[in-house]
């Protein structure tokens, strides 16, 4: 397998039927993709629209089952846990960054011929408020963990198995700060590489990092929580 992509889908039903659509519309002929749907302790109908579209279709995309809902980045970890992708990724479900931004951040990744970088989206085309917020996050991070890091929760993130198992197979955090973990061990012992990525509105729902001014302050607080705890770690 060529590609392993994550996606974590927490209370998406409505969701999940424009992830396959345009998922089959993207896969190309030349890259194996396998694509793990993570239903991550889901109170709604994700798991069973999930199980439906995947009846439809002959091969390429699983279901990883998390029966409660610990957190955005246990979700991940568990996905990337059964993966089989010899490079893996992750990306939202909630069709706001377009998942042919994977296939591109993989042809990108496959053209330095390094699997010491990781790849990362970088958006535009946000409004103020939001990008505010990513902004000073951004500076809090790079100042206190001495790496510059830029729109840490941006999408997509690609990476080889050997960052997976190095970096991120023991030790990850399971909730938002999954995202600030790994792009500061791909700072550390590596390389970030960026690409644009357009954010488009989400069709429905609200999104679970952000959306409600209340929602992203909540999630900017544990952030930071992790920034300093994880500084604490490292001067230990």
């Keep these: 397998m060529d590609l392993s992509l994550i996606i974590p889908c927490y209370n998406e039903e409505q969701n999940i039927p424009l992830i396959f659509k345009r998922i089959l519309e993207i896969i190309p002929s030349d890259i194996q993709l396998e694509v793990i749907l993570v239903n991550n302790g889901s109170k709604d109908k994700t798991r069973e629209v999930i199980l439906e579209n995947i009846a439809k279709i002959n091969s390429g995309f699983v279901i990883c089952d998390v029966p409660v809902n610990i957190g955005y980045g246990h979700g991940i970890l568990s996905g990337l846990a059964v993966a089989k992708g010899e490079t893996l990724s992750w990306t939202h479900a909630d069709m706001q960054t377009d998942p042919e931004d994977v296939i591109k951040a993989y042809r990108l990744?496959?053209?330095?011929?390094?699997?010491?970088?990781?790849?990362?989206?970088?958006?535009k085309n946000r409004a103020f408020g939001p990008n505010f917020f990513t902004w000073g996050m951004g500076i809090i991070a790079s100042v206190t963990l001495r790496e510059t890091l830029h729109d840490i929760g941006a999408?997509?993130?690609?990476?080889?198995?050997?960052?997976?198992?190095?970096?991120l197979k023991s030790g990850?955090?399971?909730?938002?700060?999954?995202?600030?973990?790994?792009?500061y061990w791909a700072k550390k012992f590596g390389r970030i590489e960026i690409f644009p990525v357009f954010f488009a509105n989400r069709a429905f729902g609200e999104a679970k990092g952000g959306g409600s001014l209340k929602t992203r302050i909540k999630v900017t607080k544990r952030v930071l929580n992790f920034i300093f705890d994880l500084k604490k770690k490292l001067n230990n």
Aim: charged share 30%; net charge positive.
């Design 109 to 123: 990744y496959k053209s330095f011929k390094d699997n010491t970088v990781f790849i990362k989206g970088e958006r």
């Design 172 to 183: 990850a955090p399971s909730d938002f700060s999954l995202d600030l973990y790994a792009m």
């Design 155 to 167: 999408q997509p993130k690609l990476f080889s198995r050997e960052f997976y198992d190095k970096h």
